[in-house]
């Protein structure tokens, strides 16, 4: 298979990881982009938009999966050639991205690392793309309700973003989205986090998605989640 043959089937491949009441569908890359993907939680999509770039560009995957015990979805990517950013560009292939994420009740924790193997420093220009519908598993199934609620302006926090939406039964629903350090720049649903790396150096960020906001993300927090995870799923 080519490697615009593989692309596309990765595309369109669809990846799931469950606990409880919450699920996510996801592509190759572990982005959620379109048709029926997202995060679910009894059965409302928290997260309809989750999009991983380098700049403009979509990272070349390597491969992702599911793990045999059904617990992580890891993705391995690399960057294509990165864009200018007041240095000379890196060449295709030199830093690994590693996508690394599972679902633990309410929440879904994620670890986005990149390492530059190039012998100069770079930028990576990382950026994700968020937006969260409130949609039921009808209408993402293509059912088409006669009345929706309203979809309330979303909030920016000072490490993440807060989606809200007020159903016809006046109840609010919301979707919190955090990450372990604030973006560089938000411009609408794009948030920045350029990681400025040296040679053989790693750099890591730490997202969480749920209902409501906890602490800020970080290692240990996906560490000790990652591995109650392992101990609910042996059970």
Known sequence: MSAD????????ASHVLKDGD??????????????SNGLFRDDTRLLSRYRLRLGETQPALLNGAVTSDNVF????????QLPLLGESAAPEGLVHISRS???????????????NYGSR?????????????FRDMFEVRGSVRPARGEL?????RGNGVLFRYRGLDEVVRTSVVAFSRAPEQVI???????????PGARDELYVEVGTVA???????RYRAAAAQARRRMRE
């Open 101 to 115: 994420r599972f679902l633990l009740g309410e929440r879904m924790y994620e670890r986005i690392a990149c390492r």
């Open 152 to 156: 309330l302006p979303r909030e920016p």
């Open 73 to 80: 979805f890891v993705a391995h990517l690399t960057n294509r």
């Open 121 to 133: 420093g770079v930028i990576v220009p990382l950026r994700i793309e968020l937006d969260a519908d």
């Open 5 to 12: 043959a593989a692309a596309s089937a990765a595309l369109y």
């Open 214 to 220: 906890e602490s800020v993300p970080a290692r240990a």
């Open 188 to 198: 609408d649903e794009v948030l920045e986090f350029p990681m400025r790396l040296a």
């Open 22 to 35: 919450s699920f996510l569908v996801a592509n190759g890359y572990g982005d959620i982009d379109s048709g």
